[in-house]
C-alpha cells in the first residue's frame, strides 16, 4: 500500500480486521502502546476464557523472546501481534506452528521467500538482506478450554539488531496490515490441518540438512538435522544416536570441524 493515506489504513488494520472474521477470529485489538501483546492475551484467557482473539501493538515495552530474552522493537517499524488460539481436540505445539507456517505462506504470497529456522524463527537465507526476519513464542493457558497464546514479531521496516533483516531491507515495501491480512488468510485451513502444517515444516525448513549445535540446559548435541517429527521435535543424527530434541537453541554451523 503506498500513497498519503498509507499510514492511517496501516494503523486501522482494515485488511486485517476482515480476515479475522473470516478466521473465525472474534475479537481483534490495536493498542499504541503496551508490556506485552503476550502477557495481555494469557491474562484475558484467564479471565475470560478461550475465545479466538488476536492483539496488536505498535509499541511493546516489555515484550519476550524465547528464554526470557528480551524483544526490542522500534514503534510502527514491526509486526507485534498475539493469537489465542483454543486447543479443543488439537495438540499445542500444532497451534504455534500453524501460525509460523501461515505467516510463512503469507510472505510467500506477498513475494518473500523465507524459511523456517527449528523451532521458532523466520528466516530470508537469500537476496540482498539475509537474516532473521521474525520470532515466535507460545505459552500454554490451562482451563476449562486450554488455549495456546502465540506471539509474533516481524520485521516491516529496517531494525538495527545484528542477525536480524526485514522486508524492507529485502525490497517489500508493505505495510503492517498488508502482512497480517495474508497470514490471516491462510491460518484456518494450517489449524485444521495438522498433517499439512508438518509437511510444510519440514518442506521450508531452513534447519533440516544443516550441521547443527543445539544447546539445551542439560548440555549440547552437535550432528546434523534431519528431520521433525509429528510432535514437532527436531531430529538431530550425531553420527551415533538420532535424537529428538524437543526444547534447545539452534546454531546452524558451517562445518562439524
Known amino acids: 500500500m503506498t500513497g498519503p493515506n498509507a499510514r492511517h489504513e496501516d494503523e486501522k488494520f482494515s485488511r486485517s480486521r ?33 475465545e479466538p482473539a488476536l492483539l496488536v501493538a505498535d509499541h511493546q515495552t516489555a515484550g519476550r523472546g524465547r528464554l526470557d530474552r528480551r524483544w526490542e522493537d522500534i514503534p510502527g517499524r514491526q509486526l507485534l501481534v498475539s493469537f489465542v488460539l483454543p486447543v479443543l481436540d488439537r495438540e499445542p505445539h500444532h497451534l504455534a506452528s500453524a501460525v509460523a507456517v501461515a505467516c510463512r505462506a503469507g510472505l510467500e504470497r506477498l513475494g518473500v521467500s523465507v524459511g523456517l529456522k527449528w523451532p521458532n524463527d ?8 539475509p537474516g532473521k526476519v521474525a520470532g515466535l513464542l507460545s505459552e500454554f493457558v490451562a482451563g476449562p478450554v486450554p488455549a495456546v497464546v502465540i506471539g509474533l514479531g516481524l520485521n516491516v521496516g529496517p531494525v538495527p539488531v545484528d542477525g536480524a533483516t526485514s522486508l524492507r531491507s529485502c525490497g517489500l515495501v508493505c505495510t503492517r496490515d498488508d502482512v497480517l491480512a495474508s497470514l490471516l488468510a491462510y491460518l484456518p485451513g494450517f489449524v485444521a490441518d495438522p498433517a499439512e502444517v508438518l509437511a510444510q515444516q519440514v518442506q521450508h525448513s531452513a ?7 543445539v544447546e539445551m540446559p542439560a548440555g549440547e548435541i552437535v550432528g546434523t538435522a534431519v528431520g521433525i517429527d509429528p510432535d514437532g521435535c527436531l531430529e538431530v543424527d550425531d553420527g551415533t544416536t538420532v535424537h529428538r530434541v524437543a526444547v534447545g537453541d539452534v546454531i546452524h554451523l558451517r562445518s562439524l570441524r
Open 18 to 50: 476482515v480476515m479475522a472474521v473470516e478466521a473465525g477470529i472474534t475479537v481483534f485489538g490495536h493498542v499504541g502502546e503496551t508490556g506485552s501483546t503476550n502477557e495481555d492475551l494469557v491474562s484475558r484467557v484467564l479471565s475470560f476464557g478461550a
Open 122 to 129: 523466520l528466516v530470508i537465507a537469500e537476496g540482498p538482506a
Open 207 to 213: 534447519t533440516i540438512g544443516q550441521n547443527v549445535r
